[in-house]
């Protein structure tokens, strides 16, 4: 396995071509070429919230859902291009019902409902720890979500991209990243100037081992290779100046190029099997899950913008109750950006 590094386009060349970048990426958006979508199949178990995660309270002095402070992020944008933008949210038959009746409740959160579309997540069986189908007491398969790497063929199969002719590109991210910019001009704008059919923002690491997937080649192609994957050779690769080449982590959000996943409908990604404690019958029981990742959804491109974003702008997840990516360190992050809570 040959593996190599990819070049991004970093912070200062950003801001050298903001202009053009900014100029292509809100005609393309005036166009009504853009969709954004959010991934919000999982529940907040690991925060102690037996809900989506969208619906989580991270307020402090006041009440400020997730789904919330996403939908802010991304009126702004539309404010500005003075364009409603397409919204797609994927759920999952665990949460679908509760987060539409959420966004009902609510208002759409001041989003034109029209534009704001529901769509549920690919289900498989579970596995037993010998790989059998698991069955429960009445003999029913158990069915676990199949992570999110069938995001766009479910989306295709549900016939709501056909509501929005002019698409060409869906900018997919995820739901507990609360600093995420959608439908970002500069980043479409860069993307498309660059010749590429995809692109990723992606922020400098912290310290070589911080748990994100990189982008690079393997075998000549463009990939992204979990934490989990990188050997210490790839953590510890330094270039000449003593930079380390692999230094740039992913944060869940990409820009596809909508005829390119049609042309890889049918592709078969990688298959991850993660043992899951799944709740059945009345009691707990360790499952295997199977599941696809949208990270190797590049594997369907030739090659791939890099686009460089400042963390303390960007890239403020909400992981774990406590310690790193923690709801503690997200609010941080939202209050240095003005974003009251």
């Known amino acids: 396995m040959n593996i190599e590094s990819i070049s991004a386009l970093s912070l200062?060349?950003?801001?050298?071509?903001?202009?053009?970048?900014?100029?292509?990426?809100?005609?393309?958006?005036?166009?009504?070429?853009?969709?954004?979508?959010?991934?919000?199949?999982?529940?907040?178990?690991?925060?102690?919230?037996?809900?989506?995660?969208?619906?989580?309270?991270?307020?402090?002095?006041?009440?400020?859902?997730?789904?919330?402070?996403?939908?802010n992020n991304l009126l702004k944008i539309v404010n500005k291009v003075k364009r409603w933008i397409p919204l797609f949210i994927m759920t999952s038959k665990e949460n679908n019902d509760e987060i539409i009746a959420f966004f009902k409740e609510h208002n759409y959160f001041n989003y034109k409902q029209e534009y704001v579309n529901f769509f549920i997540q690919n289900h498989l069986p579970a596995l037993d720890l010998n790989n059998n189908i698991y069955l429960d007491k009445n003999g029913q398969q158990v069915l676990l979500p199949s992570g999110n790497g069938d995001w766009y063929k479910k989306l295709k199969e549900t016939n709501l991209l056909d509501k929005y002719p002019s698409l060409e590109w869906l900018n997919c991210v995820a739901v507990d990243n609360p600093l995420q910019i959608m439908a970002d001009p500069i980043f479409v704008g860069a993307t498309i100037a660059s010749n590429n059919l995809m692109g990723a923002k992606v922020i400098e690491k912290a310290y070589k081992d911080e748990r994100v997937g990189v982008i690079c080649k393997r075998n000549g192609k463009p990939t992204i290779i979990e934490y989990f994957e990188a050997t210490e050779e790839m953590k510890n690769a330094k270039d000449e100046k003593g930079n380390y080449i692999y230094k740039y982590g992913v944060i869940l959000n990409y820009l596809f190029n909508i005829k390119v996943l049609d042309d890889h409908l049918n592709d078969n990604l990688h298959e991850y099997h993660v043992i899951k404690e799944v709740k059945v019958d009345g009691e707990i029981k360790k499952l295997k899950k199977v599941e696809t990742l949208i990270l190797d959804m590049i594997s369907f491109f030739d090659s791939v913008c890099i686009y460089e974003v400042r963390r303390n702008k960007e890239f403020a997840p909400i992981k774990n109750k406590e310690g790193i990516d923690s709801l503690e360190t997200s609010r941080a992050l939202l209050l240095e950006n003005g974003i009251e809570l």
């Not at 053009?20 to 999982?42: A, D, M, P, Q, R």
């Open 12 to 71: 200062e060349e950003i801001e050298k071509n903001k202009d053009l970048y900014e100029k292509i990426g809100y005609n393309t958006l005036k166009e009504e070429k853009v969709g954004v979508v959010i991934l919000s199949g999982g529940q907040g178990s690991r925060l102690g919230f037996n809900h989506a995660k969208g619906m989580y309270d991270v307020g402090i002095n006041k009440t400020v859902y997730l789904f919330e402070l996403l939908i």
